[in-house]
């Protein structure tokens, strides 16, 4: 029977038990509110969501200024390999008085923006977009890999007694024009602009600017 009696009186008893809970909260509320913490404490809570937020753009100064700080920008890389064959002769048949090397050497390519040649009249702020306009790829440095590089043939004439001492810094020198030619001919400049491209838009988004266009100081070469 006493279950039968719980279970006519259960929703008056759950509408009893949240009454009292709400009267709690709010007895609860009326004593944080009397004393002086407990009003300075609510104070405090309306004035942060009340509170104005200001936010500021750099200007196109302080953006070149802060891109100027990285310089040269390396943004693609590339390596090549040469084979270099030398003559050296005093006019007399190679095989006689002469001599000739065959030389493999590996070069190593850079390329990116330099960041100095940029001005603030290539800079255009518009609230939170922002338009820069970036100086054309460049090679930075060349340079040649030791590892990898060697001599592989060498011969010299019958009546050569003082071999050359520059035959293979010529085959060297040949090389990096070789890799100078390839990064120009090639594709590394193109992935040079295209990854700095990507690299700027990251750096300007963390100058808080939500849009971001890049442009170029001269046409690219198709």
Same mark, same amino acid.
Do not use: C
């Given at each position: 029977?006493?279950?039968?009696?719980?279970?006519?009186?259960?929703?008056?008893?759950?509408?009893?038990?949240?009454? /009292?809970?709400?009267? &709690?909260?709010?007895?609860?509320? +009326?004593?944080?509110?009397? =004393? $002086? *913490? #407990?009003? !300075?404490?609510?104070?405090?809570?309306?004035?942060?969501?009340?509170?104005?937020?200001?936010?500021?753009?750099?200007?196109p100064?302080?953006?070149?200024?802060?891109?100027?700080?990285?310089?040269?920008l390396?943004?693609?890389?590339?390596?090549?390999?040469?084979?270099?064959?030398?003559?050296?002769?005093?006019?007399?048949p190679?095989?006689?008085?002469?001599?000739?090397?065959?030389?493999?050497?590996?070069?190593?390519?850079?390329?990116?923006?330099?960041?100095?040649?940029?001005?603030?009249?290539?800079?255009?702020?518009?609230?939170?977009? /922002?338009?820069?306009? &970036?100086?054309?790829?460049?090679? +930075?440095?060349?340079?040649? =890999? $030791? *590892? #990898?590089? !060697?001599?592989?043939?060498?011969?010299r004439?019958?009546?050569?007694?003082?071999?050359?001492?520059?035959?293979?810094?010529?085959?060297?020198?040949?090389?990096?024009?070789?890799?100078?030619?390839?990064?120009?001919?090639?594709?590394?400049?193109?992935?040079?602009?295209?990854?700095?491209?990507?690299?700027?838009?990251?750096?300007?988004?963390?100058?808080?600017?939500?849009?971001?266009?890049?442009?170029?100081?001269?046409?690219?070469?198709?």
């Amino acid at each position: 029977m006493w279950l039968q009696w719980v279970w006519r009186w259960r929703r008056p008893i759950g509408r009893g038990v949240k009454i /009292v809970g709400v009267g &709690l909260l709010l007895l609860l509320a +009326f004593g944080v509110l009397t =004393r $002086e *913490a #407990g009003r !300075e404490w609510l104070l405090d809570r309306v004035r942060s969501m009340t509170a104005t937020v200001y936010r500021s753009q750099p200007s196109p100064v302080v953006v070149v200024e802060r891109l100027q700080a990285v310089r040269r920008l390396e943004t693609a890389r590339q390596t090549t390999m040469h084979d270099v064959a030398v003559e050296a002769s005093n006019g007399l048949p190679v095989w006689l008085a002469g001599e000739r090397l065959r030389m493999r050497v590996v070069a190593e390519t850079s390329a990116g923006i330099d960041l100095s040649k940029l001005k603030p009249e290539h800079v255009q702020v518009s609230g939170n977009r /922002v338009r820069i306009t &970036l100086p054309e790829p460049q090679i +930075f440095d060349i340079a040649i =890999r $030791e *590892a #990898g590089t !060697e001599v592989y043939h060498r011969e010299r004439g019958w009546l050569n007694f003082h071999p050359d001492k520059q035959i293979e810094q010529r085959a060297r020198n040949q090389a990096l024009l070789e890799a100078r030619q390839a990064a120009l001919q090639g594709e590394l400049l193109h992935r040079a602009r295209m990854n700095a491209a990507g690299e700027l838009q990251r750096l300007l988004k963390m100058l808080d600017f939500e849009q971001v266009q890049i442009g170029w100081q001269t046409a690219h070469a198709k």
